[in-house]
Each structure stands twice: as C-alpha cells, then as structure tokens.
C-alpha cells in the first residue's frame, strides 16, 4: 500500500506559477512509476505529466513547455512545476502511483495506476 499526500494547490493569476509536491510513504518510491492528473468541473480526468523511476518524462501537449514533472527519491516526493498558468489550467490536481519493475516507462493514463492521492486545488485566475 502506497499513501500519497498531495500539496501546493492555491489561487493564482494567470502567467503566474505554482509548484506541487506529492509525498508517498509505504513503500519504496523508487520501485514506482509516477503521474500527475488533473480534472476540472464537468470534465474527465486528463494527464498532465508522467515520470519514470529511472527519470524519463512524458507530458501532454496541453502543458509542455510549461510544465515540469521532477522526482526526489531520497525525499520520496515528485514534483509538479507549473509556468505561464493559464485560466484553463484551473483544475483539482491528483498523483499517481505505479508499481513497476521497468525503470524507463511512464505511464500516461489514469486507468494504468495503481495508487491515488486525494488531489490539490489549482485555481487560475484571468
């Protein structure tokens, strides 16, 4: 069992920038893939960026350039750095966990993960 506790969720203006952490505990982090999700109101669940346990980074084309998926693995923490916000990034932001033995794969769909924490407000303000 992985708990993950996400943090750093705020109000902020457009072009402004936000950094979130998400802290697992329970397991060895670094035998896990890891994801960054995000769901706005009325909207499904979308990827944002993933990282492998090796360090190899997917991001989707809504945020790259902007985003940034970092992990810590002696601080079992990855890290969400987000730039240029935009209105249309205001969302509940969740991580993600995966157990995997594969250290270069990423994982790019919700459906592939195993753990879940319970997601950050991000709010972007026009």
């Known amino acids: 069992q992985v708990q993950l506790e996400e943090s750093g969720g705020g109000l902020v203006q457009a072009g402004g920038s936000l950094r979130l952490s998400c802290a697992a505990s329970?397991?060895?982090?670094?035998?896990?893939?890891m994801g960054w999700f995000r769901q706005a109101p009325g909207k499904e669940r979308e990827s944002g960026a993933a990282?492998?346990?090796?360090?190899?980074?997917y991001y989707a084309d809504s945020v790259k350039g902007r985003f940034t998926i970092s992990r810590d693995n002696a601080k079992n923490t990855v890290y969400l750095q987000m730039n240029s916000l935009k209105p249309e990034d205001t969302a509940v932001y969740y991580c993600?966990?995966?157990?995997?033995?594969?250290?270069?794969?990423?994982?790019?769909?919700?459906?592939?993960?195993?753990?879940w924490g319970q997601g950050t407000q991000v709010t972007v303000s026009s």
């Open positions: 993600a966990a995966k157990r995997t033995i594969w250290e270069n794969n990423w994982y790019k769909t919700w459906a592939e993960y195993d753990y």
């Open positions: 329970g397991r060895t982090f670094s035998n896990y893939a």
């Open positions: 990282i492998s346990r090796g360090g190899a980074t």
